[in-house]
């Protein structure tokens, strides 16, 4: 059976700290078994290697969110990249053809799709494992994993199996489906047997392939990637489950939580002050996470959520925090912190001046051995302050060696790259007319192909 995880995610539920690159299974604010800090996707990836099934899964994502995953993960990590960012259908028929197509799955072959960031115990693989022997043993053309309720819930959606006996495997037929219902209808559902949705699902390969097929789509990665554009912004459960009447759901009875907003992933955090600042003992229950260089400080504030990043500042009542998502449907700012496979930036300024031209000072830190790639930029020029550490640097085909106080001035159309001998950390002074990620003309990755263009030290 091969895995899949799909990595999306707009961060606006966890803003400030998410933002549209990176969203909340990005965030390192749990802790890791040696107690160190841990995100979510780290956190799942793990219990994956620990399952023994990190070797047959796969990460399906944006291309924005590509360098993220290899910053958290590795760069073994296999990754099937999104042209652009589309709902869950495309998503999943693209992983499709690339398991086809590409890593040569047979179309009878088990699929197991789950989210990148669930909130579980150890016995949650173990049962999703269930669902290849289930997919067998029942014939169904889709099997579910459905959550045992812990109580009645309106946060989530319900599967509502059949009447019929349970399989050997104790899977039931799915009867329907309910959308997030209110208390009273919760309760009605849980007297039915119903499970929550915890969006873990399986299907054969062929079936999604002959899906595909029906609606005239290529089984080539490479041509559906030409073509995605084209497909519709639907999601799996709309376009496929929905019309499927051969579901079969296997039922976990173990820890889930989906830390989807501020009051539920504080729960889980094994430090309610995360960053500079200070918490009177008189604030209780209060949470403060501040990425910022400047504390803050509370005084007898109760069940509050603080949270302080580069991208802005959310004061919250806990119960209120999933409101956030809806006062921020209208605001849209560029992400003014990103991690990258390289290490991570921090925007410290951004100024548009009426004349049209833009200023933008970013804090670069690049690991050692890591480099930026070689490019170059049409519309904007840089001026680079090292602050610390030691680095080679490429500019126009000639390297050279850089080390704190030093300043490197690159002007418009300069061919550019940099390697941190140590760990290194600049000052990025953008100036140009349009400072977008656009202009960004990438020549080569690798450092290795950067030096066998015999570069003159």
Known sequence: MKMVLLSGGSGKRLWPLSNDSRSKQFLKVLESPQGEPESMVQRVWRQLEEAGMAESSYL???????????????????????????????AI??????????????PAETVAILPVDPYVEASFFDTMAMLEGTMLESGANLALMGVVPEHASEKYGYIIPTTEEAGENGFMKVSHFQEKPDRIQAEQLIEQNALWNCGVFAFRLGYLLDILQR?????????????????????????????????VVQPYD???????????????????????????ADSEGTCLINELDIPITVIGAKDLIIAASPDGILVTHKAESPRIKEVLKTFEQRPMYE????????????????????????RIFISEGNNISYQLHRKRSE???????????????????????????????????????????????????????????????????????????
């Open 383 to 457: 001026i680079w302050t090292i602050v610390s550490g030691e680095a080679s640097i490429v500019l126009n085909e000639k390297k050279h060696n850089v080390k704190a106080g030093d300043v490197v001035r690159i002007p418009e159309g300069t061919k550019h790259a940099i390697l941190a001998l140590t760990d290194v950390e600049f000052i990025e002074v953008q100036t140009g007319s349009e400072l977008v990620e656009e202009d960004n003309i990438r020549i080569t990755l690798d450092w290795n192909d950067i030096e066998l263009q015999q570069f003159i030290s």
């Open 254 to 280: 173990g820890f889930w939580k989906d830390l989807g907003t501020w009051n539920t992933l504080t729960e889980e955090m094994s430090s309610k002050h995360v960053g500079k600042g200070f918490v009177t």
């Open 339 to 362: 991690e990258r496979r390289w290490g991570h930036y921090k925007v410290i300024d951004y100024v548009k001046y009426d004349e049209g031209n833009e200023v933008l000072t970013k």
């Open 60 to 90: 399906a994502t944006g291309r924005g969110q590509v360098e993220m995953i290899q910053s958290q993960l590795g760069s073994h990590v296999p990754i099937i990249v999104e042209p652009e960012r589309r709902d869950t259908f495309p």
């Open 93 to 106: 028929a693209l992983t499709a053809t690339y398991l086809y197509s590409v890593a040569g799955v047979s």
């Open 215 to 247: 609606k005239g789509l290529p089984l080539g990665y490479e041509e559906l990637q030409k073509q995605y554009k084209l497909l519709s912004s639907i999601s799996f459960d709309y376009e496929v489950v929905e019309k499927e009447e051969h579901i």
